[in-house]
């Protein structure tokens, strides 16, 4: 934490990649702030009083597992240092019970996380397949498109010519009636 009696040192640590701006402004905001708190920071007096009342108690400590050593062959404890290493103990298995159930946790979702993964690879994979034959089908449909788009003008052009010829056709036999009417009423 900042502040207290303490002096305080802050390193600001910013990244220049554009994925990292949101977290870089934020840790500029915040050391601009911090840099703004005022320690007054005092030599850490302890009083005589509170030594010697430490020191004794050390020293009664040290008394009554001299006893409990002298009393016994071997290495003895004395009471309080045994309920307070069973208590230490007691809460080590405890923590180590919540981690490895924390680890038993994270270990399925590792798997599920896995296993998802391996469907959307697989879904990927089959999504490009049908991509790629998709995009041949449409390949092959439009050169066909192209193929018949060609005969379809060339039909045009064959039928604007036929019209043509058709037309003309009817002109010369209307001219070839009326020459003919003419021949014979003359």
């Known amino acids: 934490s900042l502040g207290g009696r303490t002096k305080t040192c802050i390193i600001?640590?910013?990244?220049p990649a554009k994925s990292n701006l949101e977290e870089t402004i934020s840790t500029l905001d915040y050391a601009f702030r911090a840099k703004n708190i005022?320690?007054?920071p005092q030599v850490s007096m302890i009083s005589k009083k509170r030594l010697l009342r430490d020191f004794t108690s050390e020293i009664e400590k040290l008394k009554s597992e001299l006893?409990?050593?002298?009393?016994?062959?071997?290495?003895?404890?004395?009471?309080?240092?045994?309920?307070e290493i069973t208590v230490q103990s007691e809460?080590?298995?405890?923590?180590?019970?919540?981690?490895?159930?924390?680890?038993?946790?994270?270990?399925?979702?590792?798997r599920?996380?896995?296993?998802?993964?391996?469907?959307?690879?697989?879904?990927?994979?089959?999504?490009?397949r049908d991509n790629d034959s998709t995009r041949a089908t449409l390949d092959s449909t439009k050169d066909l498109l192209f193929k018949t788009e060609a005969v379809l003008q060339d039909t045009r052009e064959m039928l604007d010519d036929e019209t043509a010829l058709r037309k003309s056709h009817q002109e010369t036999e209307?001219?070839?009636?009326?020459i003919g009417t003419q021949l014979i009423s003359t």
Do not use: H
């Not at 600001?12 to 990244?15: C, Y």
């Not at 469907?119 to 490009?128: A, E, K, P, S």
């Not at 209307?174 to 009326?178: C, I, P, T």
């Open 174 to 178: 209307g001219r070839l009636k009326n």
């Open 12 to 15: 600001a640590t910013v990244s």
């Open 112 to 128: 599920n996380k896995v296993q998802e993964l391996f469907n959307l690879t697989n879904n990927l994979t089959m999504l490009r």
């Open 38 to 40: 005022r320690n007054k």
């Open 67 to 83: 006893i409990a050593t002298r009393q016994r062959n071997g290495v003895y404890l004395s009471n309080d240092q045994y309920e």
């Open 91 to 110: 809460s080590r298995r405890i923590l180590t019970e919540e981690q490895n159930a924390r680890i038993e946790t994270m270990e399925v979702s590792l």
